[in-house]
């Protein structure tokens, strides 16, 4: 064991000098471990040289060999404590950072006479990748966006502050779905190079009763409609935003009637999992909307939601695998 340690020890010095970069000082941790060592190695040379016959006395080799094992136990204890101080200035952080990408987010739904609006957005992490905001024009006319940045965590996080910035920068033309959507594309397009973003964008018009709605690779639009008595898709979707300078886009209308309801969400909601690995999945969707239809928009997004964790197990032990944003819009009579 002490002939081990010795060239373990000895070999130290050579690695760090031939390797890249400037030669590194010797950690305080290391220098411990070196002192221990080198004093349970004097032990040792005095318990040779009593098995030798050439010094007398009581061989005492252990004790030694303990001031090394409390070398190598203050080496762990200041190795753990140092971990768990970075550990909580890494949390100190996150929680920073989720404050901060909390104020980005709305802090309220805007008000429209004829027009119900609830939102809920649930991360996995601290922080995360989804996004939503909304451009009022005036009373009657309103523009929602839903965003989902691929990955999680900080650079997510970092990638939907931009998309905010960006999205602000287009309420002149807050009408116009498609060059909305074209906007946000060229000004995040070149500004990273391992993520994409998808999104929705949708225009309210309850002076002419009616929707505008176009999509950069976003989970279809969910459409209950009164009269029609059943949940359609609507996808006009174009490429991913911030990977094709020159992406195309293309906005759909769609006429409104009292009684109808929109959903827009994150593909966190149909990708939830349960234990058998199966998803939640979007005909689930659709059912809970035929079947909810007549309950309010706050209460619907908590019930769906609720339905979601208990489907997948998020209520028990089972962590959530991925960011869930919903909202959800309901037209008034006073949309007539």
Known sequence: ??????????????????????????????????????????????????????????????????????????????????????????????????????????????FLAGLEIAARYVPMSAVAGDFYDFLGVDEKRVGILVADVTGHGVPAALIASMLKVAFAGQAAHADDPARVLTGLNRSLCGKFEEHFV???????????????????????????????????????????????????????????SPGDRCLLYTDGLFEAKNAAQEEFGKSRCKEFMETQRDIPAARFVKTLLDSVASFSGYNSARAQEDDITLLVLDFQKETA
Not at 69 to 89: D, I, M, N
Not at 230 to 245: A, H, Q
Request: hydrophobic content about 50%; overall charge positive.
């Open 1 to 110: 064991m002490v002939l081990g340690t010795l060239a373990t020890t000895a070999l130290f010095p050579v690695v760090n000098k031939w390797r890249p970069g400037p030669p590194q000082r010797l950690s305080h941790e290391f220098r411990v471990f070196i002192a221990g060592f080198v004093v349970w190695l004097l032990f040792v040379v005095h318990a040779n040289l009593l098995g030798l016959k050439i010094l007398t006395g009581q061989n005492v080799e252990f004790l030694g060999f303990l001031v090394f094992v409390a070398c190598l136990g203050y080496v762990s204890a200041y190795r753990t404590f140092a971990s768990e101080e970075r550990l909580l200035a890494i949390n100190k952080e996150l929680e920073i950072a989720r404050r901060i990408q909390s104020s980005t987010l709305p802090q309220g739904v805007p």
């Open 198 to 256: 998808t999104a929705a964008y949708l225009f309210v018009d309850l002076e002419r009763s009616c929707l505008r709605y176009s999509a950069a690779g976003h989970p279809p639009l969910m459409l209950a409609s009164r009269g029609a008595g059943k949940v359609r898709e609507i996808e006009e979707n174009g490429l991913m935003l911030g990977m094709f300078p020159e992406a195309a886009y293309s906005t759909v209308e769609i006429r409104l």
